[in-house]
């Protein structure tokens, strides 16, 4: 018996909503409407549309929401879908300590479980809270292959123990299903986000997909390794697993109140480059970048983000990977919202050119840093000679610089106006909002299918 692995089934068995701390369960309440919006918007993207037609039945059980369509699925079809619709916009919400994207791959897995069991608002705020706490942990105790993406890696985990609590397991099954979601993990390539390889908006789905699959395995008597972390996520994954990461301040200190927001929809790498041109935008008259002014600039930053210098991006999904198109595109339009990373934004040959002018490399002292900080330098060269500089430690949206709830709800409206009629989004944010006096979850669910 493994006393670390114990102790996380006890803390998954045992805890109820009322044991976490108020600002958890608001936490929990923000990061399903922030993704519950970003799922609706990505669910129109032309791959999951088309995705979607090929791959969705008639006469299924269909009980689950597939959100911003109008459409129901089976659970584990509903997860896969949901998921990966909500990472197409590359807006879904992330945690630096676990080095990626906890919630999107918890929450279509639950929401679609909840609904085929139609449980209790606060069962699934606390299945999701838990369901974040086990995956986030699992990448702090381990540490990934660089070559692997942290999709569809632990996230398979932090979804199965969600689907597991919502299913009211015993200690010996989250055991099982925990040891058996571990050995579905995907062998997730990273290169794909700098080749524009659509297939990773694919891996958080999988998330979901697998943590409902587990959940099936266990009740049809299947079974995993005696400690499936260890051996997945010390050896196989990842070659070191620190147990102690799993336990430490369990039940104290939850990962989800140390999250993040996005409000720009590229990876978060390239968030702290554009807080720093945001500061250097000030410098302008008017608060707003001239293009045709700038003849280059030098982008100093981490490891990671360094790795994001594609000046030529192949395609919209590659372009969210480039802090040089990334840098462009916010100098002509003003922001990095969606529309900035459209086609037409790719094809725009004053982005191009000026990305063109973007260089982007690695200081060892700002790399050192990671993960408290996440820093860039960036130094503007203009035509008449001069030089503005700036630079961003804390990334905005972080807990350290958090964004307001206004902020948050503002994402919400705009994401959801084109979607959603203003009464139903206004219902639906209400409805998340009080989610722990909701009776039962479809009271919700069935207001968020179809568009309007």
């Known amino acids: 018996m493994s006393d670390y692995l114990d102790q996380i089934c006890a803390f998954v068995c045992k805890t109820q909503l009322e044991d976490f701390p108020a600002i958890v369960v608001q936490r929990a309440k923000e990061v399903i409407a922030d993704s519950l919006a970003v799922i609706a918007v990505g669910a129109q993207e032309q791959e999951v549309n088309s995705m979607r037609r090929r791959w969705l039945l008639s006469g299924e059980n269909q009980i689950a929401t597939i959100i911003g369509t109008g459409l129901r699925a089976e659970p584990v079809k509903a997860a896969l879908m949901n998921g990966m619709a909500g990472t197409f916009l590359e807006l879904d919400e992330g945690n630096r300590f676990a080095r990626g994207h906890p919630a999107m791959q ?46 569809g890696t632990w996230g398979t985990v932090g979804a199965a123990a969600a689907v597991g609590k919502l299913m009211r397991y015993d200690h010996y099954s989250i055991k099982e299903i925990i040891n058996v979601s571990s050995s579905l ?57 620190d147990s102690e990461k ?38 302008f ?32 999904f590659a372009s969210k990977f480039s802090i040089p198109f990334c840098m462009a595109t916010y100098a002509v339009h003003g922001r990095a919202g969606v529309k900035s990373f459209k086609q037409e934004s790719l094809n725009d040959p004053r982005i191009r050119a000026l990305a063109g002018k973007v260089t982007v490399v690695e200081d060892a002292g700002l790399s050192s840093m990671v993960p408290d900080k996440r820093p860039a330098r960036v130094k503007m060269f203009l035509t008449d000679g001069r030089a503005l500089e700036a630079e961003a430690f804390v990334t ?30 206004e219902t639906i944010y209400s409805d998340i909002m009080a989610m722990d006096k909701l009776a039962k979850i479809r009271q919700l669910t069935e207001k968020m299918g179809r568009p309007t």
Not at 125 to 132: D, R
Not at 133 to 150: D, T, V, Y
Request: charged share 20%; hydrophobic share 40%.
């Open 246 to 283: 799993m336990t430490k301040n369990l039940g104290k200190q939850f990962e989800i109140a140390r999250n993040y927001f996005k409000q720009h929809a590229c990876c978060r790498h390239c968030h702290p480059t554009l807080d720093a041109l945001a500061l250097i935008a000030r410098q």
């Open 185 to 241: 993990t995907l062998a997730t390539s990273r290169r794909t986000i700098l080749e524009g390889g659509t297939v990773r908006n694919l891996y958080a789905g999988v998330s979901g997909f697998m943590g409902i699959l587990a959940h099936h395995l266990v009740q049809s008597g299947f079974t995993g390794e005696k400690d499936g972390l260890r051996s997945v996520f010390g050896k196989v994954v990842s070659e070191s697993f």
């Open 285 to 316: 008259p008017g608060g707003q970048i001239q293009p045709e002014k700038i003849a280059k600039v030098d982008v100093r930053t981490y490891s990671m983000a360094a790795q994001l210098c594609d000046q030529n991006p192949r395609n919209t």
């Open 106 to 151: 918890v929450i279509p897995a639950a929401l679609a479980q909840a609904e085929e069991i139609n449980v209790s608002g606060s069962e699934l705020l606390t299945a999701l809270v838990i369901g974040y706490e086990i995956g986030a942990r699992i990448a702090i105790a381990s540490n990934l292959r660089n070559a692997m993406h942290p999709h």
């Open 396 to 425: 905005r949206g972080d807990a350290e610089s958090p964004y307001s709830l206004e902020d948050k709800k503002a994402k919400y409206d705009e994401l959801v106006e084109p979607i959603w009629s203003r009464e139903k989004a």
